[in-house]
C-alpha cells in the first residue's frame, strides 16, 4: 500500500510539474503575442505640426520598446519553461539507509530527490523536521528530551556523508534550522573553485564622489559576478547613472534572466528614458564556481586582461555604450579559467596617457598574489605614469581563482 501511494503521489506531482511549465509557457507566448500587437501597429501619418510629429514618433518609438520588453521578457519565461532536469533513482534501500543515518542525529525525513540539470550540476531537495523516536522502529543513539538546534549547514554534512559527495545549502535556500514542522531544504555540490577580489579607487581631481560604481555578488546559478559601470562625465550625475545601471543589472540576474536578456533589457529601459547625456558604460564578467567558464560582456567598457603565470590575454572588441539605441545581439566571449589565474578590469580613467603594452609587461611581473594587493599595486603605477594627477575616475577591479581544497 505504501508503494502504491507513493507511486501515485510521483505521478501527481509529475501532473502538477507539467502544468506549471505549460502554464508558464502560455504566459510566455502571450506576451509574445502583445509584442507582435505592438510592434504592428502604424507609426501614423505625418504631421505639419512639428511637435505633435515628434510626440506622434516617441509614442512610436515606445511602443516598439515596449514590444521589444514583452518579446524578452516571454524569452526568459520560456527558458524557464523548457529548463530539463532528471531525478537519479536511488532505489528504496538507499532511501531507507539514508532515512536510518538521519535518524540517528533526530531528524526526520519526508521526502528528498537527487535531481541532475541539462549542465551537470546535481541538487538535492529534501523535506524533514527535527525526529521524534515514536517516529521510528528503532531508537536514536541520542535522547530526543534533549533539544538540539540543528541547521541547513548540519543536514549538509550528514547528507555529505550519506551520499559520498560534497554538498552546501544552495542559494536558493530561504530556511535555516530545522523545526519541529516539515521544512523543504536545497542543497548542491560544493564548488570546485573560489573566487577572491579586490579592487582599488581613485576619485577625479576636483570631484568629492566617482561616477564609477562596481558590484561583486554571486547568485542560486552558481556564478561570481564581478560588474562595473562607468557613468558618463563625472560627479554625482555620473554616480547615480552608473549605480543605477549596476542596480537594475544586478536585481535581472538574480531573478533568474540571462546576461544577454538583462542588458537588452537594461539597455531599451535607458534608450525609453530618452534623456541626453544619459550613457554609462557596462563591464561584466560572469566566473562559474563549478567549471571555471569565465564570461564577458563588455558595452562601451575598456579592455580587460587574463593573467596565467606570465601569460597576458586581452579580451576586447568595440560596443558602445548602454542607453544609446536598441542593441540587434549582444556580444559574448568566454575563456576557461584555471587554479591561480587572474582577471583584471578596469575604467577607462587607467587609459589615459597611459602606454598599454607597457602594462602589460606590469602585469606580467606584478610581485603580489592577493587581488586586493594586485589592485593598490597598480594604482599607485598608474598613478605615477599620470604625475600623481586623477584626470579621471580610475576603478581597478582584480579576481583571482583558486581550486578548493576544502572540497577534497
Known sequence: MKEKLNKKEMTDSRYCLMYEK???QSYANSLENLALFFQSQERGQPSGDREKALFQNRIWENQILLADQFRQIAKAMDSVAKERFRKIHLGRRKEKEIERLLALENIYVEDFYLLEKEDGKRQIVICAREGRSSDWLFSPKTNPSVK????????????????????????????????????????????????????????????????DNHVFFDTSAGKFYCLLSDGMGSGEKANKDSSMVLDMMERLLEAGFTEELSVQLLNNCLVARQEGGNMSTLDYCAVDYHTGNCEFLKMGACESYVKRDHHIEKIQWDSLPLGIFQ?????????????????????????????????EEVLETIP????????NYLMKYVLQMHQGRVKDDITILVLGLWENRHRD
Not at 181 to 192: A, D, R
Not at 327 to 355: M, P, T
Request: charged content about 25%; glycine content about 6%; hydrophobic content about 35%.
Open 22 to 24: 505549460n502554464k508558464m
Open 148 to 211: 538540539t538546534v540543528k541547521t541547513v549547514e548540519n543536514l549538509a554534512e550528514y547528507l555529505t556523508v550519506c551520499f559520498n559527495m560534497p554538498l552546501v545549502p544552495s542559494g536558493e535556500q530561504t530556511a535555516y534550522f530545522l523545526t519541529d514542522k516539515n521544512t523543504y531544504f536545497y542543497l548542491e555540490e560544493e564548488p570546485k573553485y573560489l573566487v577572491l577580489s579586490g579592487y582599488a579607487k581613485a576619485t577625479k581631481e576636483g570631484e568629492t564622489i566617482s561616477g
Open 327 to 359: 542593441e540587434e545581439k549582444i556580444e559574448k566571449q568566454s575563456r576557461i579559467l584555471s587554479h591561480g589565474d587572474y582577471v583584471f578590469l578596469w575604467s577607462d580613467g587607467v587609459g589615459a596617457s597611459i602606454n598599454f603594452d607597457f602594462l
Open 368 to 375: 603580489y598574489r592577493h587581488p586586493t594587493e594586485m589592485a
